[in-house]
């Protein structure tokens, strides 16, 4: 079965007016996963060009990806303001609302996951259960220069600061990027609420890392605090290329199936 072809994105209005882009595919009247991307991606990228949605179909699934505020067809504010981690939990929630969805499955990557930590603990009755690729416990973020960033955005020289020319350069490399949009996301989500030890939710829990990736540590730990949670170990993957993993799109397909919701 080839990777399904792209629908044309339908915009989700979220509370303070910023349009969100989903992507629909499958029955309706199917159990809904929902999918949320990553840092820098998008929900056709992270989802559907890596054989995710194609999986989920062919386990019987109804799907909607989204692209996060910032990436894709998405709106794009340049206030930092308008990435709060609560706003970004409350765009998973606007999506629920406007497709009619009373209860979901999750599955979301790095950001995500980080967002769907936050949803899942805000919103129980309609996350029945998550999938959380590559979650480390608090902001992964914080060393990214702000200022290094904007001057190159602007013009300048690139970051001397290495994590934050990596994530600049990787974000530049995906089409239709805002790398002004992308820095105030980055801004906006610094010292909020994110992921610790001491807040997990409580829903059955897949934690999923690669091997390769310098918060496997961290993101065990995390599962280890979760009242419901399961790891899986990404064999042979750094944070980047997780994804496109076969033995993680296999092992979040089982541990959905083993978690089912009502819808």
């Known amino acids: 079965m080839p990777n399904p ?15 969100i882009a989903t992507y629909e595919f499958g029955d309706p009247d199917a159990s809904t996963v929902l999918l949320v991307h990553g840092f820098a991606s998008s929900g056709l990228g992270n989802w559907n060009l890596t054989g995710w949605v194609r999986d989920l179909l062919r386990a019987g699934r109804h799907v909607i990806a989204i692209d996060q505020r910032g990436h894709g067809a998405s709106d794009k504010p340049h206030d930092p303001a308008s990435y709060t981690m609560q706003i970004l939990a409350d765009d998973v929630l606007a999506v629920l609302d406007t497709f009619l969805l009373d209860e979901v499955q999750y ?11 936050k949803a899942a603990r805000e919103y129980p009755e309609r996350i029945t259960t998550a999938v959380l690729g590559g979650i480390p ?10 200022d290094e960033a904007r001057r190159f955005i602007a013009g300048g020289a690139a970051p001397d600061d290495r994590l934050t020319a990596t ?17 105030s996301l980055v801004e906006g989500m610094r010292d909020g609420e994110q992921p ?4 997990a939710p ?11 990736d310098r918060i496997i540590e961290k993101s065990r730990a995390l ?6 949670g399961t790891f899986f170990e990404i ?13 993680f799109r296999a092992a979040a397909v089982a541990f959905l199936e083993a978690h089912p919701s009502d819808q």
Do not use: K
């Not at 599955?107 to 930590?117: P, Q």
């Not at 416990?137 to 702000?146: A, H, I, K, N, V």
């Open 5 to 19: 072809p792209a629908p044309q994105p339908r915009s989700v209005m979220a509370a303070d007016g910023v349009a």
């Open 107 to 117: 599955v979301g990557y790095s950001l995500g996951a980080r967002v769907g930590w």
């Open 137 to 146: 416990d608090g902001d992964p973020l914080t060393r990214f220069q702000l």
């Open 167 to 183: 994530y600049l350069q990787m974000a530049a490399g995906i089409p239709n990027n805002d790398l002004a949009a992308l820095v």
């Open 196 to 199: 610790t030890v001491d807040n």
């Open 202 to 212: 409580s829903q059955p829990l897949l934690f999923a890392t690669g091997s390769d």
């Open 223 to 228: 599962c280890a605090a979760s009242p419901d």
């Open 235 to 247: 064999p042979d993957r750094n944070h980047f290329n997780a994804p496109t993993s076969r033995e």
